[in-house]
């Protein structure tokens, strides 16, 4: 009996002292623009507060009671790895928030010169302020970005936001009058033609109002970039790291950006690979995923919960099952919208896809390996060289001749399984 009633008061003393360590954690590091949250401050809440103030302690508050109820996500991917499909399957969520990459915003600001560089320096500033970023943005602080939008939004107004037909909240009520509340599928273009300017209070508005928040990105390298968020206990933030075998995501650059491919074309026209051709284009593709992936497959202690591996072309295949699978791995349940949009979308024809160069529409699974009739033997074998160790971690299997390359019926994915870190 006395046994049990010491437990009793032991116990309750260990939830004290738990619940003292949490309260001193939320305190002690204050969240992004609020540096000293007094709450006395916050109340005196006058037009002589300066704004940016006044928003760092409305955040503070909002951080204290509702960060832990919020999930968010962040898909880390890179260009032409059919990140916009993967951001699709969570912006048809009716209670997630999705911003597609804006950390187009940062580069464009900080390093307009260099699209893909390599330079420590630029490299070090441009992870420092998207992580910054990232971090207000799961705050819903839209504000925040407004300083690297250029031109500069006046009245905290912009038409000049980086795909905002491509996030459902900002192109619907309240954000947007244009649309009945029920009106499903509003195409991109369409949302930026009939929506007035984006109002940023409003867009932070509906921001706060959902449940959860996913972001798209397609300008970290790597998992280790984002450790310092992954470790913050009031982001609670998943990571979907998006992979695609690297001959597709070469063949799909080769047609999107053609200014900047324009030599690989040269290569595929001539058979010949030009001396000055930029190999980076390639070599960094296959150097950022091999270390995240490594990183992510050895299981750290950190990212226990909080990553998950997922490659394009096993979405492609089957992408009600594997869509599922991400929403169990992010505590969600996949809505009736995603289920439908899913079935609208992935069986679209090949000259849907044409249109829609960065769309979404298209026969996925057809789509993920049709590569290979697009890149000659040479370049693949060359790609192969390059990027061997990463081929082969991914499940990629090589080709040794033109006619296995273009014999699709002889799928080059092997079946690998990659099951969420939990
Ligand atoms: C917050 O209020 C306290 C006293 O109420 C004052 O000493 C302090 O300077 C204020 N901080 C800011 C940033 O205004
Ligand atoms: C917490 O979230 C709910 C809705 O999810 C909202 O009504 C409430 O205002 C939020 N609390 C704070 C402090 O922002
Ligand atoms: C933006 O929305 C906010 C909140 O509804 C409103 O107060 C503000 O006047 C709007 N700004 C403009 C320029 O319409
Ligand atoms: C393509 O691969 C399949 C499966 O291995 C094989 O049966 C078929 O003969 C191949 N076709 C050609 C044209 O090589």
């Not at 009736?336 to 069986?347: E, F, L, M, S, Y």
């Not at 040479?378 to 299997?397: A, F, I, P, S």
């Not at 296995?404 to 990659?418: P, R």
Request: aromatic share 10%.
């Amino acid at each position: 009996m006395q046994c049990s009633w010491k437990a009793v008061i032991l116990l309750a003393l260990a939830s004290i002292a738990i619940q003292y360590t949490a309260i001193r954690t939320f305190t002690s590091k204050p969240f992004q623009l609020c540096p000293v949250p007094v709450p006395q401050n916050c109340s005196l809440g006058t037009q002589d507060t300066d704004a940016s103030f006044e928003r760092g302690c409305d955040e503070y508050a909002y951080f204290t009671f509702n960060a832990s109820r919020k999930t968010h996500i962040l898909v880390l991917a890179t260009t032409r790895s059919g990140s916009s499909f993967v951001g699709q399957l969570l912006n048809q969520h009716s209670d997630i928030f999705y911003l597609f990459e804006p950390l187009y915003h940062v580069q464009t600001a900080l390093i307009p010169r260099l699209s893909h560089s390599r330079n420590a320096a630029d490299r070090r500033v441009m992870l420092g302020a998207s992580r910054d970023l990232l971090r207000s943005l799961y705050g819903c602080d839209l504000h925040f970005l407004e300083s690297y939008i250029k031109p500069p939004p006046t009245d905290h107004t912009t038409d000049k936001l980086f795909r905002r037909g491509a996030s459902r909240a900002l192109c619907s009520q309240p954000v947007c009058d244009a649309f009945g509340p029920r009106e499903a599928n509003v195409e991109e273009g369409d949302c930026v033609k009939k929506c007035a300017t984006l109002n940023m209070t409003l867009a932070a508005e509906s921001c706060r109002d959902m449940r959860h928040i996913a972001i798209k990105i397609v300008r970290v390298p790597e998992i280790g970039d984002l450790r310092a968020l992954v470790e913050d206990p009031r982001l609670n933030l998943k990571v979907i790291q998006l992979v695609r075998d690297p001959r597709g995501i070469l063949a799909s650059r080769i047609e999107t950006f053609r200014d900047s491919y324009r030599l690989w074309r040269i290569w595929r026209a001539t058979g010949r690979k030009p001396y000055n051709l930029d190999l980076t284009q390639l070599t960094v593709v296959c150097e950022d995923f091999l270390s995240s992936v490594s990183t992510g497959l050895s299981h750290p202690y950190w990212l226990k919960g909080k990553y998950m591996l997922v490659r394009y072309e096993d979405l492609a295949r089957n992408p009600l099952q594997k869509t599922k699978d991400i929403y169990d791995y992010l505590g969600l349940s996949m809505d009736k919208n995603v289920v439908d949009w899913i079935q609208a979308n992935t069986r679209g024809s090949n000259e849907l896809s044409a249109k829609h160069k960065y769309g979404t529409v298209r026969d996925s699974a057809a789509n993920a390996e049709s590569w290979r009739l697009k890149l000659s033997f040479d370049m693949v074998d060359y790609t192969q060289t390059v990027c061997q160790r990463v081929l082969h971690t991914l499940g990629y299997k090589s080709v040794k001749s033109a006619e296995e390359l273009k014999n699709i019926s002889l799928s080059l994915v092997a079946d690998k399984v990659f099951v969420p870190f939990l």
